[in-house]
């Protein structure tokens, strides 16, 4: 009997092991959903673990800057994004909760301490702490339960749209079948010819969480661009985080 009760316990775990698996392959051909229901099971696949500390590559380019970096991110969920950006130096450091964003560079000898303004200047739309970190775990920057969605099937995704869009921008999901994270999300102000794509290539399983493995991140303003990805080399979660940040002194303060 104990023999049958371990069996079962062990198809079961390997059973879900290879469920989650299956999820990751990308093959899953979607299928017809309704929009409430494509919601709610993208917000049932929200990051759920307490902490990220994770080592990634950057590749930068705003036409007139194009370089690579290390960057090394640590993630207290809904508390705290540190960032250290690294090349034989460090190039930058950044600390950002929900109420300040606060930056330095020992390269550049400047620092800024203020909201999310220069990340508004940096992306071209408004952003708050809460969509930042959602834009990093591959969910939408805005809660897709709150508004009727409608839905359309491009490209073997789900994409969702409000039915009421802002009248500042549109904006649009394209939710993965297969495990309901995002493909892509995007912000358009066509009146002032500005939009923001979110690319979400690939995931990785990680500690039974599905975890973005690259990231893409194209911002496109009248007259400039930024482009930004990122390429996770490696993740963990749940661990002590230190995200102590101290401005140094002397420093030229940049002004937005």
Same mark, same amino acid.
């Given at each position: 009997m104990k023999f @049958?009760? $371990?069996?079962? !316990? =062990? /198809?079961? !775990?390997? +059973?879900?092991?290879?469920s989650k698996k299956n999820l990751m392959s990308g093959s899953m051909v979607?299928?017809?959903?309704?929009?409430?229901?494509?919601?709610? %099971?993208? @917000?049932?696949?929200?990051?759920?673990k307490k902490s990220i500390d994770a080592k990634l590559k950057a590749s930068f380019n705003n *036409? %007139?800057?194009?370089?690579?970096?290390?960057?090394?991110l640590k993630m207290k969920k809904d508390e705290v994004i540190w960032l250290k950006g690294t090349k034989f130096i /460090?190039? =930058?450091k950044a600390k950002i909760t929900?109420?300040?964003?606060?930056f330095y560079s020992p390269y550049a000898k400047n620092y800024f301490d203020g909201d999310f303004s220069m990340l508004k200047k940096l992306l071209g739309t408004d952003i708050n702490f809460n969509q930042l970190q959602n834009l990093?775990? *591959?969910?939408?920057?805005?809660?897709?339960?709150?508004?009727k969605q409608n839905i359309t099937i491009e490209n073997n995704s789900y994409v969702l749209s409000p039915e009421s869009q802002s009248l500042l921008f549109d904006i649009f999901f394209a939710v993965n079948p297969s495990h309901?994270?995002?493909?892509?999300?995007?912000?358009? &102000?066509? #009146?002032? &010819? #500005?939009?923001?794509?979110v690319f979400y290539?690939? $995931?990785?399983? @990680?500690?039974?969480? !599905?975890?973005?493995?690259? @990231? #893409?991140?194209? +911002?496109? #303003?009248? *007259?400039? =661009?930024?482009?930004?990805? =990122?390429?996770?080399?490696?993740? !963990?979660?749940?661990?002590?985080?230190?995200?102590?940040?101290?401005?140094?002194?002397g420093y030229k303060q940049i002004k937005l």
């Open positions: @049958i009760k $371990y069996f079962v !316990v =062990f /198809t079961l !775990v390997f +059973a879900s092991c290879k979607v299928e017809k959903m309704s929009a409430k229901k494509v919601a709610r %099971k993208h @917000i049932a696949s929200n990051f759920d *036409g %007139k800057l194009k370089q690579s970096i290390s960057v090394s /460090t190039v =930058f929900p109420t300040s964003v606060k990093l775990l *591959g969910q939408s920057v805005m809660n897709v339960k709150q508004e309901f994270k995002l493909d892509k999300q995007s912000i358009v &102000n066509a #009146q002032k &010819n #500005q939009r923001l794509d290539p690939s $995931y990785k399983l @990680i500690d039974n969480a !599905v975890f973005p493995s690259k @990231i #893409q991140i194209k +911002a496109k #303003q009248p *007259g400039k =661009f930024t482009n930004i990805d =990122f390429t996770v080399k490696s993740v !963990v979660f749940n661990t002590e985080l230190n995200t102590s940040f101290s401005m140094p002194k």
